[in-house]
């Protein structure tokens, strides 16, 4: 109805000869959609085609939606339009930037400051090359052109904060947004930048409010999406060189494991590095570590070039030993299960009547070594590949095959109904390497489109929010906590980054821990709005990220009010010394999860 309205409207206008197309424009903008808005902005345009404007409009819904290619046409007809507006080589450049196409960016910019010297957007537009291309005293140069020519700027001043985080000056950072967000207490752009500051620095409860106040001033759009999903990235870490190729965390989140071919890991408290040995077998792939630290899988190639997947014990100095001689099953990868007790294989092979037959996807049992494939019915998907398990491992996320090989879905699957599968993505394109976030919300993976460069993306496992790109990479993986994501990156030579991210706090409970009189105390804090019954359990982990006790804190099933505070006693000190890692987990009646990495110092 909206729609037909706007469009009748448009035509009495142009009809009469008296069209507000400004004003036709912003309320389908509002309340319209992108085919009303592309309507209109064609008359506009043709009406007055030496005006840029709707052409830059046009060009910015169709960016919004998701067609950058579509966008760059309009963008580029706005350039004939007017072509001493520099605006219109701006978007150009933006189109560029979201493609990660720096140089031909830099043209575009160039161009619109030849037209305008103090141009906002084009000033802005450099600074995030030199973001782009990780040269950030050069972008922090740029960013304070752009805000010494626009000093009430909450975007220059966000871009020079935005520059300071990735110099790691989240102190400065903090003190250049906190500024702008004085001046400019409307600014959404400022507040968004002391939010990420604050969270850079640690302050997380400063944090959440400052993010709650950003939805207020930009409710819609992806970057609220991104900020109400928790997957804004307050700051990133680049591993050394050498650190590089799907990496994999420790259960207590102080060790990155990594590697293809020849592994190692790295303590991330002070950055040493170690190999990992397996004697005799140089060449080993795809590993993952189980929850107790105790053990990992990785594929190794046979001599007849079949790919297995075998256990191994993990040692104190690095060495792996085989826990078994036999392999688990020929496969490509396998994943601990979240109670150690199953690895989920993918590309598997098992035994029926005296034949091998894959089966995609199966279960090996660790205590009976019992092999099983997972029962799969989609005729249009037959294949499927890279499954990793949700945290409560209930249900698992794969990949699977569409009839052309670069289209490659992902789904969300209960085990319990194997046949009623949830499909994440819809692109066509290639998405591999999923991996299920910790509070059991977010799935990221690996994008391919013919050679363009991977990228990483999130989104919700539910189906609920449309998918979002965090930046070139692969092979993400979740910090045992959720508030990290490694990843291998080709950019800017190869290795391993660390984006560390925030946004809003969903988790319906906080969790806390100290010590109290030789005692480890533990706090739980309920945030839900509702009554919840919470069940919380926790772990503990010596300096070798090896666990060394589990068990429940509290009662088995806790009742817990809004605002409730409850503080439990683990019981006496278990039998450890100096730094260790407690991780709580706490687990709502209705699935929702929390958990919480704490450093203790043991008596």
């Not at 000869?17 to 319209?32: P, R, S």
């Given at each position: 109805m909206v729609a037909l309205v706007l469009g009748g409207l448009a035509?009495?206008?142009?009809?009469?000869?008296?069209?507000?197309?400004?004003?036709?424009?912003?309320?389908?903008?509002?309340?319209?959609?992108?085919?009303?808005?592309?309507?209109?902005?064609?008359?506009?345009?043709?009406?007055?085609?030496?005006?840029?404007?709707?052409r830059l409009i046009l060009a910015r819904t169709l960016l919004a939606a998701g067609m950058p290619d579509r966008a760059l046409e309009q963008f580029e007809l706005a350039v004939e339009a007017n072509p001493l507006s520099p605006a219109p080589h701006c978007g150009i450049a933006e189109v560029f930037l979201l493609a990660r196409k720096p140089a031909m960016a830099a043209k575009e910019l160039d161009a619109a400051l030849r037209l305008d010297k103090s141009c906002l957007d084009a000033l802005l537009g450099k600074a995030r090359i030199g973001l782009l291309e990780e040269k950030p005293d050069r972008a922090l140069a740029d960013a304070r052109k752009a805000l010494a020519a626009h000093p009430t700027s909450g975007r220059a001043a966000a871009v020079v904060a935005e520059c300071l985080l990735a110099l790691g000056k989240a102190d400065d950072a903090l003190a250049q947004a906190s500024k702008a967000a004085a001046t400019a207490p409307s600014d959404a752009d400022a507040r968004h930048a002391v939010a990420r500051a604050c969270a850079a620095l640690g302050k997380h409860d400063q944090a959440q409010?400052?993010?709650?106040?950003?939805?207020?001033?930009?409710?819609?759009?992806?970057?609220?999406?991104?900020?109400?999903?928790?997957?804004?990235?307050?700051?990133?870490?680049?591993?050394?060189?050498?650190?590089d190729y799907t990496p994999t965390w420790s259960p207590d989140g102080k060790r990155l494991f990594f590697g293809y071919r020849e592994l190692g890991v790295i303590a991330l408290r002070d950055g040493s590095l170690a190999k990992l040995k397996a004697p005799g077998e140089p060449n080993l792939y795809n590993l993952d570590c189980?929850?107790?630290?105790?053990?990992?899988?990785?594929?190794?190639?046979?001599?007849?070039g079949q790919p297995h997947v075998y256990l191994y014990d993990l040692h104190a100095d690095g060495t792996l030993s085989p826990a078994r001689p036999e392999p688990l099953s020929q496969a490509v990868l396998g994943r601990f299960s979240p109670d150690g007790r199953q690895v989920l294989l993918s590309a598997a092979v098992v035994a029926r009547k005296d034949k091998r037959e894959g089966v995609g996807l199966a279960l090996c049992d660790l205590a009976d070594g019992t092999l099983r494939g997972l029962p799969w019915k989609l005729p249009t998907r037959t294949a499927r590949n890279h499954a990793c398990w949700t945290p409560d491992g209930a249900s698992i996320v794969h990949h699977a095959y569409g009839r052309d090989g670069s289209d490659r879905a992902l789904f969300f699957v209960k085990l319990a109904e194997p046949f009623a599968p949830r499909q994440l993505t819809s692109n066509q394109a290639m998405n591999i390497t999923p991996d299920v976030s910790p509070d059991s919300r977010t799935v990221a993976f690996t994008t391919v489109r013919g050679n363009a460069p991977r990228t990483v993306w999130l989104t919700r496992a539910d189906g609920s929010s449309k998918p979002v790109c965090l930046g070139h990479g692969t092979d993400a993986r979740w910090s045992p906590d959720g508030r990290s994501l490694a990843y291998h990156t080709y950019q800017h030579n190869k290795s391993i980054v660390v984006a560390h991210l925030t946004g809003i706090d969903a988790r319906p409970l906080g969790l806390a821990a100290r010590l109290k009189d030789a005692q480890?105390?533990?706090?739980?804090?309920?945030?839900?709005?509702?009554?919840?019954?919470?069940?919380?359990?926790?772990?503990?982990?010596?300096?070798?990220?090896?666990?060394?006790?589990?068990?429940?804190?509290?009662?088995?099933?806790?009742p817990l009010k809004p605002d409730d505070i409850i503080e439990c006693e683990l019981g006496p000190t278990p039998?450890?010394?100096?730094?260790?890692?407690?991780?709580?987990?706490?687990?709502?009646a209705d699935g929702r999860r929390t958990v919480q990495l704490v450093d203790l110092a043991l008596p």
């Open positions: 035509c009495s206008l142009v009809a009469a000869g008296q069209v507000d197309y400004d004003k036709a424009v912003a309320d389908a903008l509002k309340t319209g959609t992108p085919a009303d808005v592309s309507r209109l902005c064609q008359q506009w345009a043709a009406a007055q085609p030496h005006n840029e404007r709707p409010r400052h993010w709650e106040r950003f939805l207020q001033l930009e409710p819609t759009g992806e970057r609220a999406l991104r900020v109400r999903n928790g997957w804004v990235v307050a700051h990133t870490q680049r591993l050394p060189a050498g650190c189980s929850p107790d630290g105790k053990q990992v899988v990785c594929r190794k190639d046979q001599p007849q480890v105390a533990v706090t739980i804090t309920s945030r839900a709005k509702q009554p919840l019954v919470a069940t919380v359990r926790y772990q503990l982990f010596g300096p070798q990220s090896v666990r060394i006790a589990q068990g429940a804190v509290g009662k088995e099933k806790m039998a450890a010394k100096g730094p260790c890692v407690l991780k709580l987990t706490a687990v709502a």
